[in-house]
């Protein structure tokens, strides 16, 4: 009989959980069909179910009809974009997280005091995209496994900021290489990691050197949920592998495993988990002991333009 450790928290985030009420209650309020502007979350899963029920999911406002409601994704967006639909007269609501906001706010305070800012992320992200839009001609987009591919003016006050899905190890790594080079690297305020992906992050710490096998349960464009992949090879897994739902894992997995540790990204339903479990069970492996790192109890409220009754 094999056994599961079963890594919480996981799941979904209270940011995730915001946005998808959100889409929801536009739904519910307004009727189909309600736009969103990119995917709510980065769940393959959730689009779907939220396609189904109404929600077109476009990619830029110019597929969005004339005095069309559209949501915000949960990643946020520039305030170019905000401009844009300001200029269409689109009716809006912005589903943006709010520690994803809270970057935001940050990067507008240290342009106005002159910085040049370091953004730590991904380039091709949602979140970095509409961050780095805040101000454009201050900051710079540096991967965290590259920070070294950086040119900044001579004498700048430079500070930095991070996308708020990455690996905490990896990017205080990549921030410890930059204060080599910027000796008065100006830190943020406060954390600009996900309370949720530091918290899941943590808990996968704790259970893979305990296993043989890490099963994420996630889907390919989830930052959070590659980094669990990551996080679970880094603490001493012998395999991770990443997927969708329980009919895209591989049986050959299992071959001389005996303990298989199960986590899931920030915007994935608890039900693909449980999808995940009863695969493991028909397979022998219906020992399940839950792990627990720490319980979340944050929530987020919903945007104001929903609180006004669209």
Known sequence: MGRVLLAAPRGYCAGVDRAILTVEEALRNHGAPIYVRKQIVHNTYVVE???????????????????ALVVFSAHGVSP??????????????????????????????????????????????????????????????????????????????????????LSVDETMAAVGRLRERFP?????????????????????????????LVIVVGSSNSSNSQRLVE??????????YLVDRAE??????????????????????????????EWLADRGFTDTEQVTLTEETLTFSLPHELRKHL
């Open 49 to 67: 179910d939220l396609t189904r029920r109404g929600a077109v999911f476009v990619e830029e406002l110019d597929e969005v009809p004339d005095d």
């Open 80 to 165: 170019e974009v905000k401009r844009r639909a300001d200029e269409r007269g689109l009716r809006t609501v912005d589903a943006t997280c709010p520690l994803v906001t809270k970057v935001h706010k940050e990067a507008v305070r240290f342009a106005e005091a002159g910085h040049e800012i370091i953004l730590i992320g991904h380039a091709d992200h949602e979140e970095v995209e509409g961050t780095l839009g805040e101000a454009p001609d201050r900051i710079h987009v540096v991967d965290p496994a590259r920070p070294d591919e950086l040119d900044l003016p001579a004498g700048a006050t430079v500070s930095w900021l991070s996308q708020t899905t």
């Open 184 to 212: 008065l690297l100006i830190d943020p305020p406060s954390d600009d990691i996900c309370y949720a992906s530091q918290n899941r992050q943590e808990a996968v710490a704790r259970i893979a050197p305990h296993c043989e």
């Open 231 to 240: 996080v679970a090879l880094g603490a001493g897994a012998q395999a991770a």
């Open 248 to 277: 895209h894992a591989d049986e050959s997995w299992l071959t001389g495993v005996s303990t298989v540790g199960v986590s899931s990204g920030a915007s994935v339903p608890d039900h693909l988990v449980s999808g995940l479990l």
